[in-house]
């Protein structure tokens, strides 16, 4: 069964960090761009951040709100894509969800075909 295992998320103050992962199980990310998305209570999913294969020449794309403040990495080893989230804010609250783009390039969220069950980050002020 292919899905992606996500952990990580929890309760921590304002200007604290989280790291977040999502691994894949029964099939491997090398050709994917990975993706991560957040929704926050009351709001639409967003976007946040995506990983572009290695086979592409694709800086990691953030959104402008954790733009400086958040790091996206992968490790094809190990299967596994990491969101380094530091400086965190409560408006960060949300539940964040890795998804994989098939295409590779992260050029769009709207094809993602495999979701994390989503973890909660919960940042108090």
């Known amino acids: 069964q292919e899905q992606l295992v996500q952990s990580g998320g929890g309760l921590v103050q304002s200007g604290e960090s989280l790291r977040l992962s999502c691994a894949a199980s029964g099939f491997t990310l090398e050709h994917y761009g990975i993706g991560w998305l957040r929704q926050a209570p009351g709001k639409e999913r967003e976007g946040i951040s995506c990983?572009?294969?290695?086979?592409?020449?694709?800086?990691?794309y953030y959104e402008d709100s954790v733009k400086g403040r958040f790091t996206i990495s992968r490790d094809d080893v190990k299967n596994t894509v990491y969101l380094q989230m530091n400086s965190l804010k409560p408006e960060d609250t949300a539940v964040y969800y890795c998804?994989?783009?098939?295409?590779?390039?992260?050029?769009?969220?709207?094809?993602?075909?495999?979701w994390g069950k989503g973890t909660l980050v919960t940042v108090s002020s």
């Open positions: 998804a994989t783009d098939p295409y590779g390039t992260c050029q769009g969220w709207d094809g993602m075909d495999h």
């Open positions: 990983i572009s294969n290695s086979y592409s020449n694709g800086s990691p």
